[in-house]
């Protein structure tokens, strides 16, 4: 059987408040029994108190960011970096399509980030949007999120997506977990998961309602 990853990325959604009404709820499925790993990528400001509430409730939840910084700690306002980052959370999405489009992300500054992340001990989620993105020598787990399908309600098709995870695993030796994303729901994730080169999904907007995100892993 495989370690399946499904990961919930948050984006800009969801207040304190909101994270904390969305964790009563989820809590109350029956997380012990999912055959996958939960890992929730919320806004930076509920990582220490998701963490708190997480590890007094002993929940099988991991968290993780959707960014670090590329910088080390020191001058760099505004800026939150990989080691403050890793005092609450395992993982850290870098190089989603939304920050290389609208923050002008480069190449060369993920690199810099997937070193930041490692170094401070977090496990990169790399997202690429096709086979051919580059992915840092140091990266084992990636997503492959080709942009048309992310928030459109028009996933890729489970083919292609393990034509791609493939393709990347093969040129990127140190790969070792390719997840897909965009547009995953509970009614489209099987198609995915069973495909042999793929180890599970980033999920965005339907990792939001705790109800529509416990059932995605029941179908796992
Ligand atoms: P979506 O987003 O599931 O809403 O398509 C996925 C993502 O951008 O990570």
């Given at each position: 059987?495989?370690?399946?990853?499904?990961?919930?990325?948050?984006?800009?959604?969801?207040?304190?408040?909101?994270?904390?009404?969305?964790?009563?709820?989820?809590?109350?499925?029956?997380?012990?029994?999912?055959?996958?790993?939960?890992?929730?990528?919320?806004?930076?400001?509920?990582?220490?108190?998701?963490?708190?509430?997480?590890?007094?409730?002993?929940?099988?939840?991991?968290?993780?960011?959707?960014?670090?910084?590329?910088?080390?700690?020191?001058?760099?306002?505004g800026?939150?970096?990989?080691?403050?980052?890793?005092?609450?959370?395992?993982?850290?999405?870098?190089?989603?399509?939304?920050?290389r489009?609208?923050?002008?992300?480069?190449?060369?500054?993920?690199?810099?980030?997937?070193?930041?992340?490692?170094?401070a001990?977090?496990?990169?989620?790399?997202c690429?949007?096709?086979?051919?993105?580059?992915?840092?020598?140091?990266?084992?787990?990636?997503?492959?999120?080709?942009?048309?399908?992310?928030?459109?309600?028009?996933?890729?098709?489970?083919?292609?997506?393990?034509r791609?995870?493939?393709?990347?695993?093969?040129?990127?030796?140190?790969?070792?977990?390719?997840?897909?994303?965009?547009?995953?729901?509970?009614?489209?994730?099987?198609?995915?998961?069973?495909?042999?080169?793929?180890?599970?999904?980033?999920?965005?907007?339907?990792?939001?309602?705790?109800?529509?995100?416990?059932?995605?892993f029941?179908?796992?």
């Open positions: 059987m495989k370690n399946l990853l499904i990961v919930g990325n948050w984006k800009s959604n969801l207040t304190s408040i909101e994270a904390l009404q969305f964790l009563k709820k989820f809590e109350l499925e029956n997380l012990a029994t999912f055959n996958a790993k939960i890992i929730i990528c919320p806004q930076y400001l509920c990582l220490a108190f998701m963490f708190a509430y997480i590890s007094e409730k002993k929940l099988p939840i991991f968290l993780g960011a959707q960014d670090v910084s590329s910088f080390p700690g020191g001058p760099h306002t800026e939150v970096t990989a080691q403050q980052v890793a005092e609450f959370a395992t993982y850290t999405i870098i190089g989603h399509s939304e920050r489009r609208e923050l002008g992300e480069t190449d060369t500054v993920l690199v810099q980030k997937a070193l930041m992340a490692k170094s001990g977090l496990t990169p989620i790399f690429v949007q096709g086979e051919d993105t580059p992915i840092p020598e140091n990266v084992e787990t990636v997503a492959y999120e080709p942009v048309e399908a992310i928030g459109t309600g028009h996933p890729d098709t489970p083919d292609n997506a393990e791609v995870a493939h393709i990347i695993k093969t040129k990127n030796k140190n790969v070792t977990d390719v997840l897909y994303g965009g547009s995953v729901t509970w009614d489209n994730v099987k198609n995915f998961i069973e495909k042999e080169s793929i180890s599970g999904v980033l999920v965005g907007g339907a990792s939001l309602d705790p109800a529509a995100f416990a059932s995605i029941k179908q796992c």
